[in-house]
């Protein structure tokens, strides 16, 4: 998709409309949206999308977003997931305000209802194990069939129910079900599971409860409760609204949300489901669910990932109704030029090799001033400090120049940014003809600008750190973390598609000294070499590391 196709499908946002024509004929008098995350992972970028949806629109149209955990099944939740989700919705740049809730609250009114529909002859409790239910449930072809124990009586129901909710069955004994049609042509309505008996404890209720809700029974109804005016989730529980109607239309629930459904979010070279993340976590194929390489919302937070060129992406790729995959480059785009108007400029050098300026006074230094952003007056100056000494990237020098290559060269000129013109004289190697040292001379008529007293031209222009003040840092080189567009495609194996140079580390990086103390949450661009954030996990004043956010341009382009 093009940047303009995008531009296009926001004004498309037809949730917008919906909710407009809502307000304007009073069906409604203020939105409420929620955002409803299943506490059993880290959120991922997907999950911006549906962060920004619920709360962009909330904010749009002065209504209110929940942040509401879907916390119905405690074998896969933690505390761990319920933290990062906050952090992670604050960090986006959304506030829940008071409205923080959690289904889980309401186990004792779902239990309540439940009952209801048993009294009702609406559910009833079935001793058939899961993989029998499986076995009955029929296809999308052939009609379920009818489990042997739904026609217990109502007060037998009631008392098994009541049994199980205290303790007195193992795992996996009974279930509570829906009595509704096995031969639905929608396998949803074919006598769904309500309740099941789980001996564990809920990290938000503790032990109050042997059975737990499944999440069909408490995501519908728990939006009820919070009054909930748009029901905004993923295309996958289309299938299921006739299922959640079902619940309001035979529960005594006054308010029926409605439920609106868009597409998820797809990109290329990511795996997006929490399953495959966790798996990559615990197979130590990355090292957390915040790697950097992550498409976590910890993990581009770390990575330096501005929250703004997320909330951008998120309305550049609008919302709509089909199946679609955005190109990863497009966020990498919005990272990119959030950074480009933010970012101060500073100069550093990976792969350092020495140059020594032989007509440089020794222990001179010379201080010169440098624009940190060169659109920006207001972003204010720097200083840089120029000696007889100074690194430049190894990869500046050719011995045996290539066509085109406009850097230095024995006997070639080049313009230090921001500095002065040099030449190489010479070249110094060790016994295995590695370079440990490159010597030149300067220009003193060329300290302001390109200009030579002579008026002849300079090409080439590198970057550099003069080596007394440099500062060394480790620097974390990312790469995409598969190297395949599609790595989750129809059952094959992601593990294949893995990058296996998806980060390179930098351990001994000259940076300009203005960065020993720059403040950690700056992010910088480093002339020619990118976006680069200090990793806040394991950057420390004294030995400082920085994490590459993303390149200047999109090296996949060339590589494609
Ligand atoms: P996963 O499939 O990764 O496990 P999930 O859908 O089970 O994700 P939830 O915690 O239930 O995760 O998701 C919370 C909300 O975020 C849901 O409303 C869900 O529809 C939405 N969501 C999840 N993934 C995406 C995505 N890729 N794009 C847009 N919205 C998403
Ligand atoms: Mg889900």
């Not at 304007?24 to 992972?41: A, C, D, L, Q, Y």
């Not at 042997?148 to 049994?163: K, M, Q």
């Not at 769904?192 to 059975?211: E, F, Q, T």
């Not at 840092?473 to 992601?494: I, K, M, Q, T, W």
Request: aromatic share 10%.
């Amino acid at each position: 998709m093009s940047t303009e196709e995008a531009a296009v499908s926001t004004v498309n946002n037809f949730l917008k409309n919906i909710i407009e024509e809502d307000l304007k004929n009073g069906k409604h008098g203020s939105v409420i949206t929620r955002f409803p995350p299943e506490p059993n992972g880290y959120l991922h970028i997907g999950h911006a999308k549906s962060i920004c949806i619920n709360f962009g629109l909330a904010r749009d149209f002065g209504g209110r977003c929940h942040l509401r955990f879907d916390d119905t099944n405690p074998a896969k939740e933690e505390q761990e997931y319920i933290d990062s989700i906050m952090e992670s919705v604050k960090w986006l740049g959304f506030d829940w305000g008071t409205h923080l809730y959690y289904a889980s609250d309401n186990f004792e009114q779902l239990y309540q209802w439940a009952v209801y529909l048993i009294e009702q002859g609406k559910a009833y409790v079935d001793d058939l194990t899961a993989e029998q239910i499986r076995a009955y449930r029929g296809t999308l072809t052939e009609a379920g069939t009818e489990s042997p124990f739904r026609n217990r009586t109502v007060a037998e129901n009631i008392d098994l129910f009541a049994r199980m909710r205290s303790g007195e069955f193992p795992d996996g004994s009974h279930v509570l079900r829906a009595k509704i049609d096995m031969a639905a042509p929608n396998i949803n309505l074919r006598d769904p599971v309500l309740y099941r008996i789980l001996n564990a404890p809920h990290p938000h209720v503790g032990d109050a409860w042997k059975i737990y809700p499944m999440y069909d029974f408490a995501h519908g109804q728990t939006d009820a409760i919070e009054g909930i005016t748009h029901s905004i989730c993923t295309l996958e529980f289309e299938s299921h609204k006739p299922l959640y109607e079902w619940f309001l239309d035979n529960l005594p629930i006054p308010v029926r949300p409605r439920q609106y459904e868009f597409a998820r979010l797809n990109l290329t070279y990511t795996v997006m489901s929490k399953r495959k993340l966790q798996e990559l976590v615990q197979k130590g194929t990355v090292s957390g669910w915040d790697d950097p390489r992550m498409p976590t919302l910890a993990g581009i937070r770390r990575r330096g990932y501005p929250a703004a060129s997320v909330r951008t992406f998120c309305e550049l790729i609008g919302v709509g109704r089909s199946d679609s995959w955005i190109d990863v480059a497009i966020l990498e785009e919005c990272v990119r030029s959030e950074l480009n108007e933010t970012a101060p400029r500073a100069m550093a050098v990976l792969r350092p090799v020495k140059l020594i300026v032989d007509n440089y006074p020794v222990g001179q230094v010379e201080e010169f001033s440098a624009a940190n952003h060169p659109q920006k007056p207001e972003m204010g100056s720097r200083t840089l400090h120029f000696s007889r000494e100074i690194w430049i990237e190894r990869d500046d020098f050719m011995e045996t120049p290539s066509k085109g290559f406009h850097r230095l060269t024995v006997g070639g000129e080049v313009k230090l940014r921001g500095g002065y013109i040099i030449t190489c004289t010479g070249v110094v190697k060790d016994a295995d003809g590695v370079i440990v040292e490159l010597h030149g001379t300067y220009d003193p008529a060329s300290r302001d600008g390109i200009h030579t007293a002579d008026g002849r031209k300079v090409k080439g222009v590198i970057h550099w750190v003069a080596v007394d003040s440099a500062v060394s840092a480790e620097v974390r080189l990312f790469d995409r973390l598969f190297s395949d567009p599609n790595p989750d495609r129809g059952g094959a194996d992601y593990s294949q598609f893995l990058n296996a140079a998806s980060v390179e580390i930098v351990s001994d990086a000259q940076l300009e000294a203005s960065l020993a103390h720059s403040t950690a949450e700056t992010r910088f661009q480093f002339e020619r070499l990118g976006y680069f954030y200090q990793d806040p996990t394991d950057s420390r004043q004294e030995s400082l590391v920085f994490n590459r956010i993303v390149t200047l341009r999109d090296a996949w382009v060339t590589k494609k």
